[in-house]
């Protein structure tokens, strides 16, 4: 355990090489993963560290990486793969919902499949089209699959390291405009795990949800609130699936009210989810219906246009507002 | 002096050992099987074949929700697996039922899918037999990465991934040549050209030369061979075997064969080709020439017709035992699999449904 | 317009049949749709009418078939593709997400893409591994896509009409067990379109939200709750997007409770986005939380236990049950 | 009587009309062009270079986004377009500016993708250049369609598809060649082998005798050109058109060049290879070899040199003004151009956001 000032970069860098060095059967492969360490360098140094055998560039053909991490899964290897940016991994999409998320199950747990897909993820660095999608939905609608997202530097330490551990497949999706986000750090696997979230901020007036790119955005949001009096509460999922009921009702009943944060288009997505299962079970806890802040549907717009799209601090107090202060 | 093109391109003509009228004809590249493997070889195709006509039956029956039979392709059924050691992986496919079975796995385990009971139902690592893939192609990328562990492992284990004619239309199909051949992964790729994508003819899939004509577009040996020949079969699929085990590299091979039924017993063939297009093939049968040949070799006696009988009497006995029984699944099940620790929600659904069966069961 | 007892089949069957007489820019293509008709017949006999170049068979390639149905829609053609079982639409995910639904986006409107992609959906056939799959809330987090699923061989035919009458490409979910349905039909165009949610049953006390293969269930469950003394009111969506917000929402107001039925798995789903967009605008006149009715978030069974994951009357019922009506 | 295997595998080795030195080889299947051609494709490459450089400046300056350049790979940027008609059309990917641009389209409009306005400038159909491409071989098959649906119109297009050594290894590569072949669809598929994709290296990608050696998998014939030489591949690509104008399907065309800078302003090339890789490319410049030849030939004078540079200063003019004015893309088209018709859905957030704007600026 160390303590360090680290870009969520870094502490991604550090996990995989942590967790290479831990365990020999961990393998890291994709696009230009090798020699120059990745498009956004997480994994810097690793080939010139654990050799051509362990992090390996491979040909450019998403479904065969995420299918090849299947097979070396099947037999004995925990393969790490990225995809290079996640609208990238659509390709690979087959592979994943029918292979990747069912072979556990397809077999009566006689086939695991210890894999990890890294996606850099969302938007808010400026990328031109199919650069920045949020894809978490697809893959939350999946039985079968796990899906994670780390928002602070010691999270996407820990929650990589656990997803490398953990004896099924992860979708685990990294903010990206996060990476050069830097934090003075333990490295540690003691944090909550998989399947945990956690309020990052307590408040009593309302309750903000969100994850990944988000959680940043809310705690600025509840920040601006404070010198406005009001508190609000912020929870980071940290794991989309499995969900963390318990944590998620426990807040917004201790608030009354609350507002879902995500970046991702709204319609049919993670965010409509979390209204709806805390709505089926907080229902007569609830004074006002759980707003939404999310991306508008339609395709993730073109540089100039990309803060249109984000959730931001004001849209948020907005939505609070919104709330039916007055009449409940 | 051999150009790269010769190295890597089939040969001429789909090499055959045995013709149809059981007629030896000698292949400077590829050697006559040993006798007793042929005679083995011989005994499985007839166990092959009757578990094929056995599982039709048992479709009439409805004790099989649907059957992809092998019918007419038994050679290459049983000659995938017999050129395989041990600790090799075989990767099949709906259609491949009788090497599976003829793999070792339990016959019973292995028709679980098509019987509805459950998606699959051998336990793949007990014989390194994947479970059955039914989307086209995909298993094939499955297949270099297992060969590759095993090369990581420092094992000289081979790879014997199976696919149709149609399914070489995939992408998948292509990525998993390429990997394998960019990682010299060691695996053969053998493709059952039947002739037939459901209903769709080859002349449909492709226009290349041959199937086997593919591998030169990713650096991979590709060879072809008559799919009804056990002989031939055993000498071109060993040879990739040997090749891929000795770290040569992945090895493409097309058998040439044809779908004589229907694609499964729900598909009606005579909407799209004429009973004159199959009689033929019913001519070079598989069985019918290597009997032949083995007879007029004088290898085959009445001894070992009888025994080959009697084990496919025995097999077809267990199947029709085996799927008399009614199993039904246990619905809690449904929610086991998923995860090595059931997440709260499933955890939930499960309780549902538990108590909903309660209910209306009481 | 004929009157006429068809299958939804049949009724499919007419619609290409009459959209590919009145243009003849319209083709149909993709696995076993020549001579075969395709699996399920719906192609039957097209090829014979219009000929190889209108109705044909490609090689075995998902992707393949989407993109070539792009490019042919750029120049001029309305191409109809079938998936022949939707979940073998998971190779093309790449083309749908990337293109399909992008293009006009993407060009400004300069290039649009009329095309339908058809695809046989969701369960209770007794079909293996894959044939089972229902894959509309992928499409439905898309933007840029159009969403259909009829629930009646009358809407079979008109939706199918008006979705290659589109301007845009429109994903065509066919609820695979209503195949074999019959009803007396007139096979006309006349009918509310692309967009709007109809009212298939009244009734005061709740409402059931349906679409696709779950409202014929959704009818049934009326039935046996007007036997019981309980009006229930049924909606089939018929589009998921655009979604009909105002004929639901006026739905729910009038009942103050309501189900939403679907077979698809739940979490994450259009079922989700239902839930959350109806409680966002009817909050106030809810009486009890939106309950769902959804098929468990596992892979979809095998044969012998699909039963369990198909919502049944019994299941709608209970759900009804616990609306809170005594309480309330 | 030539094989098939003859007739589909490309040339021994890539057709080279001028040398590095800007030496003349003859050819006995590919004429040298007419010499008023290589003197407008001279003009066209100074041009191509030049918007590679002055982009390059526009990225340095904020202006761009990002630049992924064609600098060192304008002869095949150029003569991608020179052998096309104008009812031709042409699928570039985001490498492709130079190409784009030489066929007429506007320059500005060319750059709204990487200046970040929106995602495609252009109207496609003006002159059927399709929008670029980021997706990897995604846009193979588009064009495979574009072919098709002209063929079934009657028209005798023909479609250039570009793409990288890198996008060969991704299924939509395989998709598209098979689609191509089995309808016969006027389709030129030309790759540009430039050694890398991003940081992989060509033989990370495949281990193929070449990348034109995938042709024969699919029935396409293969050829290869040298990517530095205008005349070779004007004379391969253009005898490439008019086989797939004449109605003989596909065509595969591989020209080997090299990526002189980064992938994008973005990468650091440093990371993954040495400069004296680099070094002897900057010999094989397809400028240099094209003037060498033409001096010689005594085709090209300084007249011909001058309105070259003349027509490249004024495009770098154009290119910096035009991409000086700041263009704010207006936020309500965020919502536009989805469907024909607005959804309630959109119009909705349309005015959410409209108030939102509006409160803000308030
Ligand atoms: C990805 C995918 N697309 C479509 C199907 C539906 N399908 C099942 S079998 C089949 C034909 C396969 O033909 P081939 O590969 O030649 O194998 P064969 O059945 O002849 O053994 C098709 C289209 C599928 N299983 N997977
Ligand atoms: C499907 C897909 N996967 C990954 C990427 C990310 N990516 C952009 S360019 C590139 C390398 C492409 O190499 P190549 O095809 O050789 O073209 P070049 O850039 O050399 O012109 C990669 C991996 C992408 N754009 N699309
Ligand atoms: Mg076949
Ligand atoms: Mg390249």
Do not use: Y
């Given at each position: 355990m160390t303590h360090q000032k680290l870009t969520m970069a870094q502490a991604l860098n550090h996990a995989l090489r942590d967790a290479m060095r831990a365990d020999d059967?961990?393998?890291?492969?994709?696009?230009?993963?090798?020699?120059?360490g990745?498009?956004?360098?997480?994994?810097d140094g690793l080939t010139a560290e654990f050799g051509e055998d362990r992090c390996f560039d491979t040909p450019l053909a998403e479904s065969g990486i995420v299918g090849m991490a299947v097979g070396l899964a099947m037999n004995g290897m925990r393969p790490v793969v990225e995809m290079q940016f996640d609208a990238f991994g659509y390709p690979a999409f087959e592979q994943v919902v029918s292979h990747v998320a069912k072979m556990r199950n397809r077999t009566r747990g006689k086939v695991t499949l210890p894999m990890v897909i890294r996606m850099p993820y969302a938007g808010g660095i400026g990328g031109v089209e199919h650069h920045c999608d949020s894809s978490e939905s697809y893959y939350a609608h999946t039985p079968g699959l796990t899906v994670v997202a780390p928002a602070t530097v010691a999270d996407a330490y820990t929650l990589l390291r656990k997803a490398i551990e953990f004896p099924d497949p992860v979708i685990f999706m990294e903010p990206k405009k996060l990476y050069w986000a830097k934090e003075e750090v333990d490295l540690t696997t003691e944090q909550p795990g998989i399947g945990k979230a956690v309020v990052r901020r307590e408040g009593r007036d309302a309750t903000l949800i969100a994850y990944g790119p988000s959680v940043p955005i809310a705690l600025e949001a509840a920040d601006a609130a404070a010198?406005?009096?009001?508190?609000?509460?912020?929870?980071?999922?940290?794991?989309?699936?499995p969900f963390d009921d318990e944590k998620v009702c426990a807040a917004v009943r201790s608030t009354g009210r609350a507002v879902v944060v995500a970046e991702a288009s709204g319609f049919a997505s993670v965010s409509s989810e979390i209204v709806a299962r805390v709505t089926e079970r907080c229902f007569h806890s609830l004074a006002a219906p759980i707003r939404r802040v999310t991306g508008f549907d339609i395709p993730y717009p073109p540089p100039k246009l990309e803060r249109h799209q984000l959730p931001g601090v004001d849209r948020i107090l907005d939505a609070v507002d919104d709330l039916q202060w007055e009449d409940s | 002096m051999t150009t790269v093109e010769e190295r890597l391109l089939p040969s001429a003509e789909p090499v055959q050992l045995i013709d149809e009228h059981g007629a030896r004809?000698?292949?400077p590249q590829y050697g006559m099987p040993a006798a007793d493997a042929l005679v083995d070889g011989y005994a499985q195709l007839v166990v092959g074949r009757r578990i094929n006509d056995q599982a039709g039956a048992l479709v009439r029956q409805g004790r099989l929700a649907v059957y992809p039979s092998s019918h007419g392709q038994e050679a290459c059924q049983v000659a995938a697996t017999m050129v395989l050691r041990e600790q090799d992986w075989l990767f099949p496919t709906y259609r491949d039922t009788v090497s599976i079975i003829s793999r070792g796995v339990?016959?019973?385990?292995?028709l679980t899918l098509l019987r509805g009971d459950w998606h699959s139902g051998y336990d793949p690592h007990e014989r390194n037999v994947a479970p059955q893939s039914t989307p086209l192609a995909t298993q094939l990328v499955h297949a270099v990465g297992v060969a590759h562990a095993a090369r990581l492992k420092g094992e000289d284990t081979v790879v014997m991934a199976l696919c149709g004619d149609g399914a070489t239309s995939e992408g998948d199909f292509h990525e998993a040549l390429n990997f394998a051949a960019v990682f010299k992964a060691p695996v053969v790729f053998f493709i059952q050209n039947n002739e037939y994508a459901i209903s769709v003819p080859l002349a449909r899939q492709t226009v290349a030369p041959s199937l086997a004509h593919k591998g030169i577009g990713y650096g991979v040996p590709g060879e072809r061979a008559d799919g009804n020949d056990l002989a031939g079969l055993l000498a071109v699929l060993g040879q990739a075997v040997d090749?891929?085990?000795?770290?040569?590299?992945?090895?493409?091979v097309e058998a040439h064969t044809y779908r004589v039924q229907a694609h499964t017993n729900a598909d009606d063939a005579s909407r799209y080709r004429d009973d004159e297009e199959v009689t033929p093939w019913l001519e070079r049968d598989p069985i019918k020439r290597l009997d032949a040949y083995l007879t007029e070799q004088g290898l085959l006696e009445e001894a070992h017709r009888a025994e080959a009988t009697a084990a496919a009497d025995k097999i077809a006995a267990d199947l029709r035992d085996g799927l008399m029984q009614d199993v039904s699944p246990d619905p809690a099940e449904l929610f086991q699999h998923l995860y090595a620790v059931q997440t709260p929600q499933l955890k939930e659904q499960a309780a549902f449904l538990q108590d909903e069966i309660a209910r209306e069961e009481a």
């Open positions: 059967t961990v393998l890291m492969f994709g696009e230009d993963v090798g020699a120059l990745g498009v956004f360098r997480i994994t010198a406005e009096g009001r508190q609000l509460q912020v929870v980071d999922l940290r794991s989309i699936v | 004809h000698d292949n339990d016959p019973i385990e292995t090749k891929a085990r000795a770290g040569e590299g992945p090895q493409l």
